[in-house]
Nanobody, 123 residues
Framework: QVQLVESGGGLVQAGGSLRLSCAAS????????VGWFRQVPGKEREFVAA????????YYLDSVKGRFTISRDTAKKTVYLQMNSLKPEDTGVYSC????????????????WGQGTQVTVSS
C-alpha cells in the first residue's frame, strides 16, 4: 500500500510564506525520493522540488530556487516544502509523490499521488 497525506496549504498574500508537509507511509516510505508538483486547471503538472530519502539531495524548479526549500525527516517519514516570498504564479494544487526513478522532473516517473493541497497566493 502506498499512502501520502499532504497538509499546510492555504491562502496567503504575495510575499508571504507557507510550509507544506507530506507524510509517507507504506511503500511510499521506502521509495528512493519524494517529489512535489503543482497543477493549475488546464495545465500539466509542473515539477517543483524533489529530495532523496537517504542522502537528502535536493532538486528545484529554476523559478523557485532561493525561495523554496525542500527537506525531510526520515524518522517521521515526512517531507516538507517551505515556501517563502510567494508569488501569485505559485498558486496551484500542490501534490507529493514517491518515486524509484532518478528522473525526478518528469510526472511520468511517479505513479501514486497524494490528494493535494491548495495554495492560493493573492496579489
Amino acid at each position: 500500500q502506498v499512502q501520502l497525506v499532504e497538509s499546510g496549504g492555504g491562502l496567503v498574500q504575495a510575499g508571504g510564506s507557507l510550509r507544506l508537509s507530506c507524510a509517507a507511509s507504506g511503500r511510499a516510505a521506502s521509495s528512493y525520493a519524494v517529489g512535489w508538483f503543482r497543477q493549475v486547471p488546464g495545465k500539466e503538472r509542473e515539477f517543483v522540488a524533489a529530495i532523496t530519502w537517504s542522502a537528502g539531495s535536493t532538486y528545484y524548479l529554476d523559478s523557485v530556487k532561493g525561495r523554496f526549500t525542500i527537506s525531510r525527516d526520515t524518522a517521521k517519514k515526512t517531507v516538507y516544502l517551505q515556501m517563502n516570498s510567494l508569488k501569485p504564479e505559485d498558486t496551484g494544487v500542490y501534490s507529493c509523490a514517491p518515486t524509484y526513478s532518478s528522473d525526478y522532473r518528469r510526472p511520468q516517473s511517479y505513479k501514486y499521488w497524494g490528494q493535494g493541497t491548495q495554495v492560493t497566493v493573492s496579489s
